[in-house]
């Protein structure tokens, strides 16, 4: 049996697919409204480790109805102007939302450049304010690649509740707040990182698995539980023998595979749903700005003014 069409795999296409379908929704009735939904990307310096993304947002958002612009700023732009740009971008009315690609170029500190951007335009859900709504369980909008992960996981349909989850990766934008995320929803949640003693004797514990440390093939068959899920966040570029490169996860999926009930693949997995969740993220910063809007000002007023 090809590998595609394997059961054990947990695909990100079909459940992109029905989030981005939901979201055209949204952003239709949100423009008959007056309030079309805008996505601002920047990306700074050297944009290869992020270019699969941005084109993967793009043709998303174009499907989804959704406008997107690229904001490009050369590697030698200082803090201080990106910041002023970011403000004009929070000030600005027509742009809904905004996403920082990471990484950007080591003298520019990222986590100012993500307080920069306005609680209510944070779509990527990484500012201070956004971090703390998850702590209090408020999880609307999230972290897109960490929902992203969550959403594969309910597909497998296993109750979170009580769930013995291991997280392999203490990240800021996704291992942190995927353990956040599964906490709220009952799972009891193990995360290790690089000074754990013994990642495989936790790993084996685990009925869901997420790994996302960037080290191609790091998890191997003995260290997964049979029967688990395993979720697999990483995308590493691999050169083959015959000098071809080609991307692969952090899990060693062909020997995982015979051990575990569900499993992702790389690509074709958490990938696509990450960007289907930042649409939706847009949506829902649009909508928390269509509730001060009107807030503020009354329902027909903005239609009105047109
Ligand atoms: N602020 C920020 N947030 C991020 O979440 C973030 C980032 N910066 N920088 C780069 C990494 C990488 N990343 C990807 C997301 C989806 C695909 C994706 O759609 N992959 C598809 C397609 C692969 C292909 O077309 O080759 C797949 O896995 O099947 C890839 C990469 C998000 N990241």
Known sequence: MPLSEDSRYLKGGPVAQRI????????????????????????????????VYVRNQRAKAELAGIDFEERRFPATITAGELEAAIHGLNADPRVTGIIIQRPVPAHIPIKTLQAAVHPLKDVEGMHPASIGNIVYNQLDLAPCTAAASVELLKETGLDLKGLEVVIVGHSEIVGKPIAFLLMSEGATVTVCHHMTRSVAAHARRADALFVAVGKPRLIKADMVKPGAAVIDIGINSEIAPDGSSRIVGDVDTESVREVASW????????????????????????????????????????????
Do not use: H, W
């Open 263 to 306: 499993i992702t693949p790389v690509p074709g997995g958490v990938g696509p749903i990450t960007v289907a969740i930042l649409l939706r993220n847009t949506m829902v910063a649009l909508s928390r700005q269509r509730a001060l809007y009107e807030a503020t000002y009354g329902t027909a007023d903005r239609l009105a003014a047109e």
């Open 20 to 51: 981005i379908a939901a979201v055209r929704e949204d952003a239709a009735i949100a423009k008959a409204e007056g309030f079309p939904p805008k996505l601002i990307s920047i990306t700074v310096g050297d944009t290869d480790a992020v270019d």
